[in-house]
């Protein structure tokens, strides 16, 4: 084994594009950074190009690695989630010795998050669970990261992290989420409501495109303009910049050369996923996943268009609506900021419910916080997010904080016209309406449930209760359809 004079106060395992980033980011910013992976030459090829950025000690063995860590010992784990991070989980337990901590920085399921602290904790090891949101380029430069894990490591780890992350006010986008799994949990949610942003960004474009009759060209510049309001964001940002582009080869917009087939990978889909477990309506979420599934389902949607399934009666653009354009792309902006709104209420829901089921007690306000800078959503809206659980943590949704309630009252006229004219245009705006059926859903005085309810009884005899006596009631059906107290 290599004998190390000097000892990295931090180790990343796994070099591909976030390992090796963020690995650069830790000696960028003083810190003796031991790097190992699998294949050498992408240790190698990383110390060899970036050595004039800090101080590398390359290993290339799980047990050499090890040795040139100081003590408790810090190793990040950059790789993909599921097999290959248990692998790499097993080796460093195998070589590190009792107190040294091991953090997955990747995409890991939560509950794996949950098993694994669990399993190497009966090793005498810590285990921590690290959300890492902002791509290569947050891992490089200063990623939003959700610890969760015991919090006596967090004591150990924080001042490391803390010097990595983004920094948006003099404070670090990093604290400790709560034990165990809340951090790859809180990630998970996050990367839904990336979705949903994601997705209400597209749906405006569609708008924009396909009912106002923009070019790509003019629907950057209106995203240039939205990204100075309540909508400016590292994603309103970006897709001005998408949609500017011109595929030099051809002189065409970039956008309607790229394959309209988007991918779920894991995160979102379990975001979903888990909203239903839990109980949540994340119905935005869902929608913004269930969009991109339906974008792939490649066989179906060309048959569908081979077929001409019937569009009934539809406009060619807002013009044949007597729809002036300015007030339409205002309009859109609306719609786009209460749909944000909705998924974000949304998100912060499912958060609560996983906090409350697993007894992390995660705080609502850190995350708006850490969530300003680094990651994908990052906004100036979260600003108001932090306020609003500044002034009530207990707010019951984010939607009913007052602030917001304000801002519902200007969107929610716009909001319902989009939708109109969505319908009339014949244009999918999945987000859009389902944020709005939800909506409605929340204010609505009587929702059709009594009529489940009552359908249930018939069918199944599940009883019901009733709005004006206490009790547990049924209706014999099939006879005198008498009612009767059970
Ligand atoms: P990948 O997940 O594509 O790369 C895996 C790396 O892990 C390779 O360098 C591979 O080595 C190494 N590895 C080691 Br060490 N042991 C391995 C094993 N037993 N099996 C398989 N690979 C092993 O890297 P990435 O795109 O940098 O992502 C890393 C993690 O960060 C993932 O969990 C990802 O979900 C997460 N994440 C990614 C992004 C993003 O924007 N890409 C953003 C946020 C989070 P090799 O060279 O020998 O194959």
């Known amino acids: 084994m290599t004998e190390h004079k000097d000892l990295a106060s931090i180790g990343v395992v796994g070099l591909a594009v976030m390992g090796s980033n963020l690995a650069r980011n830790f000696a960028r910013n003083g810190q003796t950074v031991a790097v190992y992976n699998r294949s050498p030459e992408k240790t190698r090829a990383l110390v060899e190009e970036f050595c004039s950025e ?3 000690i390359p290993s290339e063995s799980v047990e050499d690695f090890v040795a040139s860590l100081e003590r408790p010992r810090k190793a990040i784990i950059m790789v993909q989630a599921g097999t290959a991070t248990d692998a790499v989980i097993d080796q460093l337990c195998d070589a590190m010795d009792d107190g040294d901590i091991i953090i ?13 602290e669990r399993e190497v904790a009966a090793r005498g090891k810590h285990f921590v669970g690290a959300g890492i949101s902002g791509g290569e380029e947050g891992a490089l430069n200063g990623p939003s990261i959700m610890p969760g894990g015991p919090a006596e490591s967090w004591e150990t780890l924080g001042p490391i992290l803390e010097s990595v992350a983004a920094v948006v006010d003099g404070t670090p986008c990093v604290t400790h989420i709560g034990p165990n799994g809340a951090g790859h949990f809180v990630k998970m949610v996050h990367n839904g409501i990336e979705y949903a942003d994601m997705q209400v960004i597209g749906e405006a474009y ?24 309540d909508l400016d964001s590292y994603l309103i940002d970006i897709t001005a910049e998408v949609l500017a582009l011109e595929d030099a ?17 894991g995160t979102g889909r379990w975001t979903a996923i888990e909203g239903l477990q839990l109980g949540v309506p994340i119905t935005a979420i869902a929608e913004s996943v269930f969009a991109r599934v339906l974008s792939s389902a490649t066989a179906q949607r060309q048959a569908a268009q081979e077929e001409q399934l019937p569009s009934g009666e539809v406009a060619a653009g807002i013009s044949q609506l007597g729809i002036d354009k300015k007030a339409f792309v205002e309009d859109v902006r609306r719609a786009l900021y209460a749909a944000k709104l909705i998924a974000y209420s949304q998100g912060f829901d499912e958060i609560k419910a996983g906090s409350d089921e697993h007894n992390w007690d995660v705080d609502p306000r850190d995350l ?10 990052r906004a100036k809206f979260l600003n108001r997010i932090r306020d609003a659980y500044d002034t009530n943590p207990a707010l019951p949704a984010l939607i009913l904080d007052p602030y ?4 519902l009252a200007e969107l929610i006229d716009p909001w319902r016209r989009v939708i109109v004219s969505a319908t009339q245009l014949g244009l999918p705006v999945p987000v859009f309406a389902s944020a709005l059926a939800y909506y409605d859903g929340l204010r609505a005085e009587r929702l059709p449930a009594a009529l489940i309810q009552g ?32």
Request: neutral net charge.
């Open 368 to 377: 708006a916080t850490i969530w300003r800078g680094g990651c994908i959503i």
């Open 455 to 486: 359908q249930r009884d018939y069918f199944g005899a599940h009883t019901f209760k009733r709005v004006d006596k206490p009790g547990t009631f049924h209706v014999e059906w099939s006879g005198a359809r008498t009612i009767s107290s059970l």
């Open 206 to 229: 569609q708008l924009l495109r396909y009912g106002a009759g923009m070019t790509p060209k003019e629907i950057s510049e209106v995203f240039t303009e939205w990204n100075s309001g």
């Open 249 to 265: 080869e051809s002189g065409k917009p970039l956008i309607d050369l790229i394959v309209d087939e988007a991918g779920q990978k």
């Open 54 to 56: 800090g101080n590398f």
């Open 404 to 407: 917001f309630k304000n801002e």
């Open 104 to 116: 997955d920085g990747g995409n890991a399921l939560y509950t794996d998050t949950i098993r694994r």
